[in-house]
Nanobody, 125 residues
Framework: QVQLVESGGGLVQAGGSLRLSCAAS?????MGWFRQAPGKDREFVTA????????SNVDSVKGRFTISRDNAKNTVYLQMNSLKPEDTAVYYC?????????????????????WGQGTQVTVSS
């Protein structure tokens, strides 16, 4: 069992920045960030492999969001810059235990074995 604890959400004005953290209690092969806005389905944001650090990002956040990892702390970060009101959502981190067949597969939430409780990000205009 892997427990994921997220932190760092909050209220920020458009154009501002936030950094989310996700600390994992056990090992995994990859971590991902997803988000769910009110009335919408949960969607993929970005993901990273622990080994090698390869990443995958959805087009809407490219150039603004960066995922990174600290292997020693077993923690993944999501640095969010130039935030927009449409980024408002509950952000979830997720862990995949087995090695993914490809980075593209990490966009599928069904690939993940464990999920955090979510952290609210609200961007005001």
């Amino acid at each position: 069992q892997v427990q994921l604890v997220e932190s760092g959400g909050g209220l920020v004005q458009a154009g501002g920045s936030l950094r989310l953290s996700c600390a994992a209690s056990g090992p995994s092969s990859a971590m991902g960030w997803f988000r769910q806005a009110p009335g919408k389905d949960r969607e993929f944001v970005t993901a990273i492999r622990w080994s090698g650090g390869s990443t995958s990002n959805v087009d809407s956040v490219k150039g603004r969001f960066t995922i990174s990892r600290d292997n020693a702390k077993n923690t993944v970060y999501l640095q969010m810059n130039s935030l927009k009101p449409e980024d408002t959502a509950v952000y979830y981190c997720a862990a995949k235990v087995t090695v993914p067949l490809s980075l593209w597969r990490l966009r599928d939430q069904n690939e993940y074995d464990y999920w955090g409780q979510g952290t609210q990000v609200t961007v005001s205009s």
